[in-house]
Structure formats: C-alpha cells, structure tokens
C-alpha cells in the first residue's frame, strides 16, 4: 500500500486557492515527481504532506497516523524521526561547520556525539563532499552545500524525503550528480521521494511524475 497519502487537499492564503482539491499517494521506495508551473501549489503540496502547513480541507496519512489528526508536537516528532528535507535556500546552519550539521538531526534524534559524528562523515563520503566536513556553509560552494544538504537530509534514514527544486541553483553536472546520489540512496533505503521540481530534467529520475496545475494535481499518465 501507499506509504504517504492525500486526499482533497484545499488551502487558501487569499482568494485564490492554493490547493483545491489536491489528492497525492506514494509508495516505500518510490520517486514521485512533482512538476507544474511557478504559482501552481507544489511547494504548498509538499508542506501539507509533510505537516509543516495545515491544510483547509481533506486529510494527509502517513502509515497509520492522520497527520491532519495529530498535535503540532506530535507532527513535530514525526518530521524529526521520520521524514527527511532539502530545501533549495538557507537550509545548512551557518554557525556549524558541516559535519555539526548533517550530525544534529542524529543529536536531536537522540544519538551520541562521537556515534552521530561518524554516521554524519560516512554520509559526507557517500555525497563525495568529505572534504567540507570542517568547513562551514558560507566557506564552500553552493554545489557542495547541496551534497551536505542531501547527506543531512539521509543522515537519519527518513521514510520519507521531501525536495523542493533539490538541485535548483546548480549547473547541471553538479545536479545530475546529486539527483543520482539522492535517488539511489532512497531506493537503497526503501524511502519515498516527494521531489519538487519544475524541470523535466530533473523530473527525470523518479519513477512517476505527476502535475500540479492550478491547485489540482493531474497523473501524467492521465495527460497523455
Ligand atoms: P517556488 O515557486 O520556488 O516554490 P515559493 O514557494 O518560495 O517559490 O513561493 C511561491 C510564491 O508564493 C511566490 O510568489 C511567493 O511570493 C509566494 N509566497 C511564499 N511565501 C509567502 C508568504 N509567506 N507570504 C506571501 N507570499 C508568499
Ligand atoms: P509553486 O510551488 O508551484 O510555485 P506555491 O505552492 O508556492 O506554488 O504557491 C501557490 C500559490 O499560493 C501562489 O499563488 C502563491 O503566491 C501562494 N502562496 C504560497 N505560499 C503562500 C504564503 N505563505 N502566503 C501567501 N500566499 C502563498
């Protein structure tokens, strides 16, 4: 069965809706891709989905939880030990260097330093960009910055990864590279991928991509 699922999501920040409407489902282990044009409500979508932003009407499950059911502190510990995020701008701390900030998902998870500190240097291996371990975000470049978002966003298994626009201030080498490294690594892990994009570049490596227009989301399957 499904993993993450929505049904009738609606949501408004003015008179115009944002979402009207939407229904969404992914499986462990799947990619979906979420294209549509700029305004169109993807990245509204994928907050609703991963409980940052209550939707208006309809409901979001994930596994046996309603998300739309539980406490803002319930959905809090969700996203920390469930789902992981890499969003496209000010994601990396920039008071820690990168190895404290792919490690303090794991800290908040509860996990010991020195074990945390391992796990996060194994991850900063895996994303080929071990180099930048002691550096911070503002010393490196934004292509490394995006493979120590990535890395952060793996470090604590997630069930589910959300990405909005993952790769979308990179030349296409870099994103390449870091789409394949985040794609593989989730079909490793048997994670469900939300990537967020309005590239069929990019839409490109997941398995199914779907479309967002107008608040409403259309298969592509059911396009063609
Ligand atoms: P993207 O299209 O790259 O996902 P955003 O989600 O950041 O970009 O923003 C999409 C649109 O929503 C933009 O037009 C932006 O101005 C608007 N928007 C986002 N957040 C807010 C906000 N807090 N208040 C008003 N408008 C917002
Ligand atoms: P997309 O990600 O496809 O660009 P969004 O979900 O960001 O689309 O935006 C959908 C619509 O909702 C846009 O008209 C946008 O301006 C509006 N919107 C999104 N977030 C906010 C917000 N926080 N406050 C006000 N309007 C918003």
Request: hydrophobic share 40%.
């Amino acid at each position: 069965g499904s993993l993450l699922a929505a049904e009738g999501l609606s949501k408004a920040y003015g008179p115009t809706p944002a979402l009207d409407g939407a229904d969404f489902s992914v499986h462990p282990g799947e990619v979906v891709a979420v294209m549509g044009p700029s305004g169109s409500g993807k990245s509204t979508l994928l907050h609703c989905l991963a409980g940052i932003v209550a939707p208006d009407r309809g409901t979001v499950r994930y596994g046996p939880h309603t998300l739309t059911g539980l406490t803002d502190a319930q959905r809090s510990a969700l996203r920390r030990t469930d789902f992981g995020f890499v969003f496209q701008f000010g994601q990396l701390v920039p008071e820690l260097t990168c190895l404290e900030n792919v490690a303090l998902p794991l800290r908040l998870n509860g996990t010991r330093r020195k074990d945390a500190e391992r796990q996060a240097r194994d991850w900063l291996e895996q994303l080929e960009v071990e180099g930048a371990a002691g550096q911070r975000p503002g010393e490196i470049s934004g292509g490394q910055g995006q493979r120590v978002a990535v890395a952060r966003a793996l470090a604590t298994r997630p069930r589910v990864i959300f990405a909005d626009e993952p790769t979308g201030a990179l030349d296409s080498l870099n994103g390449e590279r870091v789409l394949t490294l985040l794609t593989n690594a989730a079909r490793d892990t048997n994670a469900a991928v939300v990537l967020v994009t309005h590239e069929a570049r990019v839409a490109a490596y997941s398995d199914r991509e779907i479309v967002v227009r107008d608040g409403r989301v259309k298969d592509m399957a059911g396009r063609i």
